[in-house]
C-alpha cells in the first residue's frame, strides 16, 4: 500500500539554514493494517504522515502509495487514496453546516450529485452523525467534531486513513470511541489505518508499532514486540501501559505471569489461576 524508501525531509531545504526532520527512514504499510505511529515531539512521525499523505515531498529517497510515487505532479492522486485528519479539527473543517462539510470533498472531485449524496449518507452512518448533520459545527463538542472530520475524509473514499494524534484534545471516553471506529474502519472497509500517537494505552491491540526518535526508525514490530523492550522505550522518553508495568512487577516478585502483559483482560487471565494456590483463612 505504502512504500516509504530511504526517505530525508528537511524544512527550509533550499534555504540557508536547513533544519533535517527526517533521516533515511524506510518502512512499508500493507493493506488492510492497522499501523501505531509512536514518539514523542520532534521524532518525526508528523512529518512523515505529511510526506505520506503527499502534504510535503521528500529531500531524499523515494515515496509511493499503491505503485504510484509521490510527486508534485501525482499529489492530487495520492491525497485521493490517503486520508489525513490532523490533530485539531478545525484545521480541516471548512464549511458551516455538518452536512456541508462532509461534501465538500467529493463536490471538488466534480463527482455526479447522486454519488455525493450516497458517499456523504454513507459516512455520516458510519461516524453516527445522523442527529447533527445538519448542525452548525460551530455549536459541536470537540469529539464531535472530530468525527466530522473523519467523516468528512471517509467520503473521499481513501484506501489509507493517517489520524495525526486524534484523541490528545477529546476526553477519554470519546478517545476510546474514536479508537473503537478506527478499528471498525479497517475491518469493515479493509482500508488502512495509520495512528500517530504517544499514548502507550493505545496501540496494544495494534497489528503492528513504529517507533520514531529523532527523525529515524528506532523499532518496529508487534505490540508484544516492542512493550518488551522498555528500557530502550525508555532512553527515549516512551513508557510501556500500565497493565505491562503491574505484570512486571508481580513477576519480578516470584509470580509465573508472562511478559509483557497488555490488556487487563490478559493480566486477569494470568492472575485467576494463580488465586487458587493460594492458602485459605481458616477462623
Known amino acids: 500500500m505504502i512504500t516509504v524508501s530511504r526517505v530525508s525531509f528537511d524544512y527550509n531545504a533550499n534555504g540557508s539554514n536547513p533544519i533535517r526532520a527526517l533521516t533515511d527512514v524506510s518502512l512499508s504499510i500493507r493493506a488492510g493494517e492497522l499501523v501505531a505511529l509512536l514518539g514523542h515531539n520532534g521524532s518525526g512521525k508528523s512529518t512523515l504522515a505529511k510526506l505520506m499523505a503527499a502534504v510535503m515531498f521528500p529531500t531524499q529517497g523515494e515515496l509511493s502509495v499503491g505503485g504510484t510515487h509521490v510527486t508534485e505532479k501525482t499529489a492530487f492522486d495520492i491525497r485521493r487514496k490517503v486520508g489525513l485528519v490532523f490533530q485539531r479539527p478545525d484545521d480541516q ?22 454519488v455525493i449524496q450516497h458517499r456523504v449518507d454513507s459516512a455520516i452512518a458510519t461516524m453516527e452523525l445522523e442527529s447533527i448533520r445538519t448542525a452548525q459545527i460551530s455549536s459541536l463538542s470537540g469529539g464531535e467534531r472530530q ?69 529515524s526508525v528506532l523499532m518496529d514490530g508487534t505490540p508484544k514486540e516492542i512493550f518488551a523492550r522498555s528500557e530502550e522505550l525508555a532512553a527515549v522518553g516512551l513508557d510501556v501501559p500500565l497493565v505491562t508495568k503491574v505484570g512486571r512487577v508481580l513477576r519480578s516478585r516470584g509470580l509465573p505471569i508472562a511478559e509483557p502483559i497488555l490488556t487487563a483482560e490478559e493480566l486477569r487471565t494470568a492472575i485467576v489461576p494463580l488465586c487458587s494456590t493460594v492458602p485459605s483463612m481458616q477462623t
Open 147 to 215: 468525527r466530522v472530520a473523519i467523516a468528512g475524509v471517509l467520503a473521499m473514499e481513501p484506501s489509507c486513513f493517517i489520524l495525526d494524534e486524534p484523541t490528545t484534545m477529546i476526553a477519554p471516553v470519546l478517545a476510546r470511541s474514536l479508537l473503537r471506529t478506527a478499528h471498525a474502519l479497517r475491518d469493515r472497509l479493509g482500508v488502512s489505518i495509520i495512528h500517530i500517537t504517544h499514548f502507550m494505552h493505545e496501540v496494544t491491540d495494534f497489528d503492528r508499532i513504529v517507533v520514531m526518535d529523532g527523525g
Open 93 to 114: 473543517l471548512i464549511a458551516n453546516r455538518v452536512i456541508d462539510d462532509i461534501a465538500f470533498g467529493p463536490e471538488n472531485l466534480g463527482l455526479p450529485r447522486e
